[in-house]
């Protein structure tokens, strides 16, 4: 499988995630004090971690889409698909670990900076892109 064809089927599964994660913690809400009650803080990091689910499969699913639309290839797009990966990865796991140890926060820094390091590295992937006369058609293609 190749390296932007990883970053689709983990869109897709975390999206799946998201949807579980949210019947599980759905299961929940009801009681009051669940997880500390509604503004608690082992409360919202369960919240961010099944939101990251969806969100990260969107950059996942983006990353994807743009790599094939523009036809980006090389050793930066690779690097940007294993920061988007790991990020995505590494959030929820994150979101839960400093549910339970607050003084885990620093771990916050493997997913903010893979996602920025993968952000950056397609930013500039797709501003030095030479779109060429057949841009347009390989664009409808995809869509």
Known sequence: MRTPEINLLLAWGWLLLGF???MALGMGFHRENWLGGYGSHKRRLYRLAHISFFGLGVVNLGFFLTVQALGLAGWLVGVASLAFLLGAVSMPLCCVVMAHFPRARMLFSVPVLSLLLGGALMVHA???KDPGPDAAAQ???IL
Do not use: N, P, T
């Open 20 to 22: 579980v994660s949210g």
């Open 139 to 141: 664009s409808h293609r």
């Open 126 to 128: 797709v501003a030095q």
